[in-house]
């Protein structure tokens, strides 16, 4: 980044320089401390289940929002976000609704849920602040406040949890690309441009889309339990896309 | 209107690297050495 980035930025750096403390803490949030957990949970969990804590992000937005924002959740966002969170648990439990509990929690698990909350507050920061600076610039910014935060903890980690090999460095380069520059940069346009519950709706997808990366790569095959759990998922984005009526106004008007 | 549904190509694109940031996260955790409990298998194979 710092090849095409680096030079704007210092250009426009009056305009960045004020922020820089929002900036470290919107990088601490979404590249150190998402991506941290998101990897020890990795651990201890499977891949759907990574997914469907992260889904949980739309809910705990709509939550901060209405607190941190004073935005009024639509119809469409609750009922949507409900309606897709009942798809994932369908999904999940593999159409046996006990099985969630009947497998237990694991530390993984814990761990997403937190991640899930901490990518929540980043959704919505960034829409508190709306920082004045430019889609490449805020990511490059938010990446080197990550930078200085993980490459004293990349140095501090024992040499045979940070071997550098051809098993390795696609991994790298996918989690420091795609997943740590590419990623966000898409995320923050689509949170300035759509709002963050709006855009955390779409988080619902991931489950599905994890799962079928799963069948493919792992060769898990496709049953029904994936179809309904992935069609309500699905529904549930489409009926918050449709639906975009504030549930206070509608209040309001039951009242009168 | 193109615009407005331009917009939500954004989020989608992120949830699709999203997914595959996942699955990487998983490769990785068998990859660096810290293989999950033998527990998590059975519970993904038993679903």
């Known amino acids: ?21 929002q900036f470290a ?23 759907t289940n990574m997914a469907v804590f992260t889904a949980l992000t739309p809910l705990l937005t709509v939550g901060l929002s209405a607190v941190m924002l004073g935005e009024d959740p639509t119809a469409g966002m609750v009922g949507g976000a409900l309606l897709s969170l009942a798809g994932l648990i369908y999904l ?50 938010q ?26 460095l696609p991994l790298i380069a996918y989690a420091g690309g795609l997943a740590s520059v590419v990623l966000p940069f ?23 889309l994890t799962a079928a990366a799963a069948i493919v790569m792992l060769g898990e095959p496709v049953r029904p339990f994936h179809v309904i759990g992935g069609g309500l998922a699905l529904a549930g984005v489409i009926c918050a896309q449709i639906f975009r009526r504030p549930l206070a106004r509608r209040r309001a008007l039951a009242s009168e | 209107m193109i615009k407005q549904k331009a917009a939500f190509l954004y989020p989608f694109a992120a949830i699709v690297l999203w997914a595959g940031n996942v699955i990487a996260s998983r490769l990785s955790a068998h990859t660096i050495g810290r293989r999950p409990s033998p527990s998590i298998g059975c519970c993904w194979r038993s679903r």
Request: a positive charge.
């Open chain 1, 1 to 21: 980044m710092s090849l095409f980035v680096a030079r704007p930025a210092w250009r426009n750096r009056a305009a960045i320089w004020p922020h820089l403390g």
């Open chain 1, 25 to 47: 803490i919107l990088g601490f949030l979404a590249m150190c401390l998402f991506q941290s957990l998101s990897y020890l949970a990795a651990e201890t969990t499977t891949a």
């Open chain 1, 92 to 141: 999940v439990s593999g159409g046996d609704l006990t099985a969630l509990l009947r497998d237990g929690v694991h530390p993984g698990d814990a761990l997403m849920l937190v991640a899930a909350f901490v990518y929540a507050l980043y959704g919505v920061l960034l829409k508190r602040w709306s920082l004045p600076v430019a889609g490449w610039q805020s990511t490059y910014m």
């Open chain 1, 143 to 168: 990446a080197l406040c990550a930078l200085a935060v993980m490459f004293p903890a990349f140095l501090a980690t024992p040499a045979p949890l940070r071997q550098l090999n051809a098993e390795t």
């Open chain 1, 186 to 208: 898409l995320w923050i346009r689509g949170v300035q441009q759509l709002g963050p519950s709006r855009c955390a709706i779409f988080m619902n997808l991931l489950p599905v």
